[in-house]
Protein backbone atom coordinates (compact mmCIF):
# COMPACT_ATOMS: atom_id res chain seq x y z
CA UNK A 1 0.00 0.00 0.00
CA UNK A 2 1.43 3.32 -1.11
CA UNK A 3 0.24 5.67 2.23
CA UNK A 4 2.57 8.50 4.07
CA UNK A 5 0.75 7.15 7.11
CA UNK A 6 -1.43 10.52 7.32
CA UNK A 7 -4.36 9.98 8.85
CA UNK A 8 -7.93 11.97 8.91
CA UNK A 9 -11.13 11.89 10.38
CA UNK A 10 -14.13 11.10 8.48
CA UNK A 11 -15.81 14.55 7.44
CA UNK A 12 -17.68 16.30 5.08
CA UNK A 13 -13.86 17.62 3.51
CA UNK A 14 -13.84 13.97 1.64
CA UNK A 15 -15.88 13.17 -1.05
CA UNK A 16 -16.37 9.23 -1.59
CA UNK A 17 -15.72 8.32 -4.85
CA UNK A 18 -16.69 4.69 -6.45
CA UNK A 19 -13.42 2.83 -7.46
CA UNK A 20 -14.37 1.38 -10.58
CA UNK A 21 -15.11 5.38 -12.22
CA UNK A 22 -11.10 5.47 -11.94
CA UNK A 23 -9.87 3.95 -15.95
CA UNK A 24 -6.00 2.76 -15.25
CA UNK A 25 -5.30 3.85 -18.91
CA UNK A 26 -6.37 7.35 -17.51
CA UNK A 27 -4.36 10.38 -15.91
CA UNK A 28 -5.59 9.90 -12.56
CA UNK A 29 -4.23 13.38 -11.27
CA UNK A 30 -5.83 13.46 -7.75
CA UNK A 31 -4.86 12.01 -4.14
CA UNK A 32 -7.07 8.99 -3.53
CA UNK A 33 -7.53 8.37 0.55
CA UNK A 34 -8.75 4.83 1.99
CA UNK A 35 -11.51 4.36 4.63
CA UNK A 36 -9.85 2.22 7.45
CA UNK A 37 -12.30 2.07 10.20
CA UNK A 38 -12.99 5.71 10.93
CA UNK A 39 -10.49 6.87 9.64
CA UNK A 40 -9.00 8.30 5.88
CA UNK A 41 -5.33 7.24 5.14
CA UNK A 42 -4.09 8.17 2.19
CA UNK A 43 -3.81 5.47 0.00
CA UNK A 44 -2.05 6.80 -3.29
CA UNK A 45 -0.84 10.45 -4.23
CA UNK A 46 -1.72 12.32 -7.14
CA UNK A 47 1.60 11.98 -7.65
CA UNK A 48 2.07 8.57 -8.27
CA UNK A 49 0.45 6.19 -10.86
CA UNK A 50 -2.56 4.69 -10.38
CA UNK A 51 -2.06 1.62 -12.05
CA UNK A 52 -3.75 -2.75 -12.78
CA UNK A 53 -2.18 -3.74 -9.66
CA UNK A 54 -3.16 -0.79 -7.35
CA UNK A 55 -6.88 -0.84 -8.59
CA UNK A 56 -6.92 -5.11 -8.24
CA UNK A 57 -5.44 -5.12 -4.80
CA UNK A 58 -7.86 -2.45 -3.83
CA UNK A 59 -10.78 -5.24 -5.43
CA UNK A 60 -9.42 -7.87 -3.93
CA UNK A 61 -9.98 -6.50 -0.42
CA UNK A 62 -13.55 -5.08 -1.21
CA UNK A 63 -13.16 -1.54 -1.93
CA UNK A 64 -15.08 -0.42 -3.66
CA UNK A 65 -15.22 3.11 -2.63
CA UNK A 66 -12.27 5.83 -2.37
CA UNK A 67 -12.19 9.35 -0.76
CA UNK A 68 -10.99 12.63 -2.67
CA UNK A 69 -10.16 15.89 -0.25
CA UNK A 70 -11.71 18.60 -1.00
CA UNK A 71 -8.69 19.88 -1.92
CA UNK A 72 -8.57 17.29 -5.13
CA UNK A 73 -12.26 18.00 -6.09
CA UNK A 74 -12.27 20.02 -8.98
CA UNK A 75 -9.71 17.75 -10.67
CA UNK A 76 -11.56 14.52 -9.69
CA UNK A 77 -14.39 16.13 -11.20
CA UNK A 78 -12.60 17.19 -14.40
CA UNK A 79 -11.33 13.57 -14.97
CA UNK A 80 -14.85 11.81 -14.35
CA UNK A 81 -16.36 14.59 -16.80
CA UNK A 82 -13.57 13.86 -19.60
CA UNK A 83 -14.18 10.20 -19.56
CA UNK A 84 -17.82 10.06 -18.77
CA UNK A 85 -18.72 8.70 -22.29
CA UNK A 86 -15.76 6.05 -21.64
CA UNK A 87 -17.44 4.83 -18.36
CA UNK A 88 -20.81 4.66 -19.33
CA UNK A 89 -19.64 2.12 -22.48
CA UNK A 90 -17.28 0.09 -20.13
CA UNK A 91 -19.37 -3.38 -19.95
CA UNK A 92 -16.81 -4.06 -16.93
CA UNK A 93 -18.19 -1.47 -14.87
CA UNK A 94 -22.07 -2.17 -12.72
CA UNK A 95 -24.74 -0.58 -13.92
CA UNK A 96 -26.05 0.55 -10.89
CA UNK A 97 -22.31 1.96 -10.26
CA UNK A 98 -22.67 3.48 -13.29
CA UNK A 99 -26.07 5.17 -12.79
CA UNK A 100 -24.20 6.52 -9.25
CA UNK A 101 -21.15 7.88 -11.04
CA UNK A 102 -23.36 10.19 -13.31
CA UNK A 103 -25.39 11.50 -10.83
CA UNK A 104 -23.10 12.22 -8.18
CA UNK A 105 -20.80 14.55 -10.80
CA UNK A 106 -24.03 15.95 -12.51
CA UNK A 107 -24.78 17.03 -9.07
CA UNK A 108 -21.45 18.56 -8.64
CA UNK A 109 -21.89 20.08 -11.97
CA UNK A 110 -25.09 21.86 -11.23
CA UNK A 111 -23.60 23.27 -8.15
CA UNK A 112 -20.50 24.92 -9.95
CA UNK A 113 -23.17 26.54 -12.70
CA UNK A 114 -25.60 27.27 -9.62
CA UNK A 115 -22.43 29.20 -8.30
CA UNK A 116 -21.71 31.39 -11.26
CA UNK A 117 -24.46 30.48 -13.96
CA UNK A 118 -23.07 33.01 -16.48
CA UNK A 119 -19.52 31.52 -16.97
CA UNK A 120 -20.07 29.81 -20.32
CA UNK A 121 -17.73 27.06 -19.74
CA UNK A 122 -19.84 25.78 -16.81
CA UNK A 123 -22.78 25.59 -19.66
CA UNK A 124 -20.48 24.02 -21.76
CA UNK A 125 -19.93 21.36 -19.88
CA UNK A 126 -23.66 21.23 -18.55
CA UNK A 127 -24.54 20.44 -21.94
CA UNK A 128 -22.07 17.48 -22.72
CA UNK A 129 -22.78 16.04 -19.12
CA UNK A 130 -26.47 16.06 -20.79
CA UNK A 131 -25.44 14.41 -24.21
CA UNK A 132 -23.95 11.70 -22.09
CA UNK A 133 -26.81 11.36 -19.87
CA UNK A 134 -29.12 11.40 -23.19
CA UNK A 135 -27.12 8.25 -24.86
CA UNK A 136 -27.19 6.38 -21.28
CA UNK A 137 -30.78 7.06 -20.03
CA UNK A 138 -32.06 6.00 -24.37
CA UNK A 139 -30.08 2.94 -23.94
CA UNK A 140 -33.04 1.15 -21.92
CA UNK A 141 -35.12 1.25 -18.48
CA UNK A 142 -32.37 -0.41 -16.44
CA UNK A 143 -30.34 2.90 -16.65
CA UNK A 144 -33.64 4.96 -15.10
CA UNK A 145 -34.86 2.24 -13.16
CA UNK A 146 -30.51 2.62 -11.65
CA UNK A 147 -30.67 5.62 -11.92
CA UNK A 148 -33.92 6.56 -9.55
CA UNK A 149 -32.37 4.12 -7.05
CA UNK A 150 -29.35 6.48 -6.60
CA UNK A 151 -30.95 9.86 -6.14
CA UNK A 152 -31.35 11.93 -3.64
CA UNK A 153 -34.28 13.97 -2.53
CA UNK A 154 -32.97 16.63 -0.63
CA UNK A 155 -33.91 20.14 -0.35
CA UNK A 156 -31.15 21.84 -2.99
CA UNK A 157 -31.48 23.46 -5.82
CA UNK A 158 -28.62 20.92 -8.09
CA UNK A 159 -30.39 17.79 -6.61
CA UNK A 160 -33.17 19.28 -7.91
CA UNK A 161 -32.29 20.05 -11.44
CA UNK A 162 -30.69 16.34 -11.98
CA UNK A 163 -33.48 15.00 -10.45
CA UNK A 164 -36.03 17.27 -13.32
CA UNK A 165 -33.34 16.48 -15.99
CA UNK A 166 -33.49 13.13 -15.61
CA UNK A 167 -37.00 12.48 -15.00
CA UNK A 168 -37.49 14.25 -17.98
CA UNK A 169 -35.41 12.59 -20.59
CA UNK A 170 -36.50 9.38 -19.73
CA UNK A 171 -39.82 10.91 -19.75
CA UNK A 172 -39.67 12.29 -23.41
CA UNK A 173 -38.30 8.96 -24.13
CA UNK A 174 -41.24 7.07 -22.89
CA UNK A 175 -43.42 9.57 -25.05
CA UNK A 176 -41.76 8.11 -28.13
CA UNK A 177 -38.75 11.13 -28.72
CA UNK A 178 -36.38 9.29 -30.07
CA UNK A 179 -34.28 12.26 -31.99
CA UNK A 180 -30.92 12.17 -29.71
CA UNK A 181 -30.79 16.16 -30.72
CA UNK A 182 -34.20 16.57 -29.13
CA UNK A 183 -33.38 15.47 -26.19
CA UNK A 184 -30.05 16.89 -25.78
CA UNK A 185 -32.13 20.27 -26.45
CA UNK A 186 -35.23 18.85 -23.50
CA UNK A 187 -32.22 17.51 -21.40
CA UNK A 188 -29.76 20.98 -21.06
CA UNK A 189 -33.04 23.15 -20.33
CA UNK A 190 -34.43 20.96 -17.98
CA UNK A 191 -30.94 20.75 -16.16
CA UNK A 192 -31.18 25.05 -15.79
CA UNK A 193 -34.94 25.05 -15.58
CA UNK A 194 -34.38 26.97 -12.26
CA UNK A 195 -30.98 28.66 -12.96
CA UNK A 196 -32.84 31.96 -12.59
CA UNK A 197 -33.16 31.01 -8.46
CA UNK A 198 -29.27 32.23 -7.61
CA UNK A 199 -30.75 36.08 -8.04
CA UNK A 200 -33.48 34.90 -4.36
CA UNK A 201 -31.82 34.52 -1.63
CA UNK A 202 -31.85 31.57 0.17
CA UNK A 203 -33.85 33.23 2.96
CA UNK A 204 -37.09 33.55 0.63
CA UNK A 205 -36.07 30.37 -1.03
CA UNK A 206 -36.31 28.23 1.99
CA UNK A 207 -38.78 30.45 4.11
CA UNK A 208 -40.96 28.21 6.20
CA UNK A 209 -43.93 30.30 6.31
CA UNK A 210 -45.89 31.83 3.86
CA UNK A 211 -44.55 34.60 1.09
CA UNK A 212 -45.20 37.82 1.14
CA UNK A 213 -46.73 39.51 -1.88
CA UNK A 214 -43.63 40.93 -2.53
CA UNK A 215 -41.49 37.72 -1.96
CA UNK A 216 -44.22 35.97 -4.07
CA UNK A 217 -43.14 38.29 -7.05
CA UNK A 218 -39.72 38.00 -6.84
CA UNK A 219 -40.23 34.04 -6.87
CA UNK A 220 -42.41 34.30 -9.55
CA UNK A 221 -39.59 36.44 -11.87
CA UNK A 222 -36.53 32.81 -12.08
CA UNK A 223 -37.85 31.80 -15.09
CA UNK A 224 -37.60 35.22 -16.69
CA UNK A 225 -33.98 35.84 -14.68
CA UNK A 226 -33.19 32.09 -15.97
CA UNK A 227 -33.92 33.24 -19.20
CA UNK A 228 -31.56 36.03 -19.17
CA UNK A 229 -28.84 34.70 -17.41
CA UNK A 230 -28.66 31.88 -20.13
CA UNK A 231 -28.88 34.35 -23.01
CA UNK A 232 -26.24 36.49 -21.78
CA UNK A 233 -23.96 33.24 -22.38
CA UNK A 234 -25.57 32.56 -25.68
CA UNK A 235 -24.79 29.22 -25.09
CA UNK A 236 -27.90 26.97 -25.49
CA UNK A 237 -30.17 26.49 -28.26
CA UNK A 238 -33.06 28.08 -28.85
CA UNK A 239 -35.24 25.00 -28.22
CA UNK A 240 -33.77 24.93 -24.41
CA UNK A 241 -35.29 27.86 -23.64
CA UNK A 242 -38.79 26.45 -23.30
CA UNK A 243 -37.94 24.24 -20.30
CA UNK A 244 -37.14 27.44 -18.20
CA UNK A 245 -39.24 29.99 -19.04
CA UNK A 246 -42.71 27.46 -19.08
CA UNK A 247 -41.79 25.34 -16.02
CA UNK A 248 -44.10 27.61 -14.22
CA UNK A 249 -47.13 27.48 -17.00
CA UNK A 250 -49.79 25.35 -16.49
CA UNK A 251 -52.25 23.54 -18.75
CA UNK A 252 -55.49 25.63 -17.35
CA UNK A 253 -53.32 29.03 -17.51
CA UNK A 254 -53.21 29.63 -14.18
CA UNK A 255 -49.17 29.49 -14.28
CA UNK A 256 -46.48 31.67 -14.66
CA UNK A 257 -45.02 33.89 -16.12
CA UNK A 258 -47.28 34.18 -19.09
CA UNK A 259 -50.53 32.34 -18.42
CA UNK A 260 -50.55 30.17 -21.44
CA UNK A 261 -52.46 27.49 -21.77
CA UNK A 262 -52.81 23.79 -23.35
CA UNK A 263 -51.10 23.17 -26.18
CA UNK A 264 -49.80 27.37 -26.68
CA UNK A 265 -47.13 25.67 -23.63
CA UNK A 266 -44.12 24.32 -25.69
CA UNK A 267 -43.73 20.24 -25.66
CA UNK A 268 -40.71 20.46 -23.60
CA UNK A 269 -42.57 23.39 -21.48
CA UNK A 270 -45.84 20.22 -20.66
CA UNK A 271 -42.84 17.69 -19.93
CA UNK A 272 -40.54 19.82 -17.37
CA UNK A 273 -43.44 20.91 -15.52
CA UNK A 274 -45.05 17.72 -14.92
CA UNK A 275 -41.19 16.36 -13.78
CA UNK A 276 -40.57 19.53 -11.78
CA UNK A 277 -44.12 19.54 -9.94
CA UNK A 278 -43.28 15.59 -9.38
CA UNK A 279 -39.97 16.41 -8.09
CA UNK A 280 -41.17 18.99 -5.47
CA UNK A 281 -43.64 16.93 -3.93
CA UNK A 282 -41.36 14.00 -3.77
CA UNK A 283 -38.54 16.03 -2.48
CA UNK A 284 -38.39 17.31 0.94
CA UNK A 285 -38.39 21.13 1.65
CA UNK A 286 -37.50 22.97 4.60
CA UNK A 287 -41.92 23.51 4.50
CA UNK A 288 -42.97 20.42 3.70
CA UNK A 289 -42.29 16.85 4.11
CA UNK A 290 -41.63 14.53 1.17
CA UNK A 291 -44.41 12.49 -0.16
CA UNK A 292 -43.84 9.38 -2.24
CA UNK A 293 -44.72 8.43 -5.66
CA UNK A 294 -47.76 6.98 -5.54
CA UNK A 295 -49.45 9.83 -2.81
CA UNK A 296 -47.52 12.58 -5.07
CA UNK A 297 -49.27 10.97 -8.54
CA UNK A 298 -52.48 11.36 -6.66
CA UNK A 299 -51.49 14.98 -5.50
CA UNK A 300 -50.98 15.76 -9.65
CA UNK A 301 -54.19 13.99 -10.48
CA UNK A 302 -56.11 15.86 -7.71
CA UNK A 303 -55.22 19.08 -9.85
CA UNK A 304 -55.11 17.39 -13.25
CA UNK A 305 -56.79 20.59 -15.19
CA UNK A 306 -52.65 22.01 -13.91
CA UNK A 307 -51.52 19.74 -16.51
CA UNK A 308 -52.01 17.81 -20.09
CA UNK A 309 -54.33 14.97 -18.78
CA UNK A 310 -52.34 12.33 -21.60
CA UNK A 311 -48.75 13.24 -21.04
CA UNK A 312 -49.94 12.80 -17.01
CA UNK A 313 -51.72 9.30 -17.57
CA UNK A 314 -48.11 8.71 -19.71
CA UNK A 315 -45.80 9.88 -16.92
CA UNK A 316 -48.09 7.92 -13.66
CA UNK A 317 -47.42 4.83 -15.94
CA UNK A 318 -43.64 5.56 -16.23
CA UNK A 319 -42.85 6.23 -12.62
CA UNK A 320 -45.65 3.65 -11.70
CA UNK A 321 -45.19 -0.48 -11.28
CA UNK A 322 -45.60 -0.69 -15.34
CA UNK A 323 -42.76 1.45 -15.86
CA UNK A 324 -39.55 2.08 -13.76
CA UNK A 325 -41.20 1.87 -10.31
CA UNK A 326 -39.71 3.58 -7.58
FE1 LIG B 1 -39.00 26.74 -10.99
FE1 LIG C 1 -37.93 23.49 -10.32
Redesign the pocket.
Known sequence: MVTTGKTNTLTDNYLPIYLEALRIDSIVDFDLYIRIGDDLILYRASDLPFTEKTRATLLDNNVDRLYVPSSSQERYQTYIESNIGQILQDRSISEPTKAGIVYDSTKLLVKDVLANPTLSENVRRSKSMVESSVSYIIKGQEAFHNLLRVMSFDYYTYT?SVN?CTFSIAFARHLGITDEEKLNHLGTGALL??VGKTKISDRILNKRSGLTLLEMELVKRHPQWGVELMRETDMIPEEAYFPIIQ?HERFDGAGYPSSLRGNDIHEFGRIVGIA?SFD?LTTQRVYQPAVDTYPALKIMFKQVSSFDRKLLEKFAYLMGPGGAGR
Open positions: HVHDHDA
